[in-house]
């Protein structure tokens, strides 16, 4: 007979969410609404906000600076996934990551499936990880912004979400940094 794990208290994370649009504004973007709403919802915080154009530049500044930033566990993208020549969102931030979460992808795409069918082709959604912190590239509609959480973010940025989780593992995200840092000296 197993006995039930010890339940674990909620740990709040603190979450950055960048819109990529060359035509939105705060007072119009129902996108990083949704995903404000969910994260402060679940009791994280909302680190930072920001809008930026879909350009390459523009867009991998802002992430390499939340991803600098030590206030920041968790960095939100919304926007910019598609195909069309302005789609450059994960051009971007792609070549940033240090471990690929190539899983997410798959994920999201399963649940988008089921709402959308074969459409979910048009999204690149991806995810990773740079300088310990975790990163997601979502799709710019309101609709994938709550797939994506409540199909995958919200459980797996949940400390208490059981067999395994995001949270647990934070503190050893950079361990092939801090490894490649000690054999170096």
């Not at 471990?99 to 048009?122: E, P, W």
């Not at 590239?137 to 919200?154: E, F, N």
């Not at 940025?157 to 092939?176: G, K, S, T």
């Amino acid at each position: 007979m197993t006995s039930e794990p010890t339940p674990r208290a909620f740990i709040p994370l603190a979450i950055a969410v960048l819109t990529v649009s060359d035509t939105r504004v705060l007072a119009d973007d129902r996108s990083g609404d949704t995903l404000v709403a969910r994260i402060t919802g679940a009791g994280h915080r909302l680190a930072e906000r920001d809008i930026v154009p879909d350009e390459i530049v523009s867009i991998r500044e802002k992430v390499e600076g939340w991803i600098h930033d030590p206030r920041i566990d968790v960095i939100l993208t919304t926007g910019g996934t598609g195909f069309t020549g302005r789609d450059v969102t994960p051009e971007a931030i792609e070549p940033l990551f240090e471990k690929r979460m190539d899983g997410f992808s798959a994920v999201f795409h399963r649940i988008s499936y089921d709402k959308i069918g074969t459409s979910t082709l048009q999204s690149r959604a991806t995810a990773g990880v740079a300088g310990a912190t975790y990163i997601f590239v979502l799709p710019g509609s309101p609709g994938a912004c709550k797939d994506a959480w409540d199909g995958i973010l919200a459980s797996q940025l949940d400390y208490r979400h059981r067999p395994c989780n995001f949270v647990e593992i934070m503190p050893r995200l950079d361990e092939h940094l801090r490894r490649g840092a000690a054999t170096t000296t």
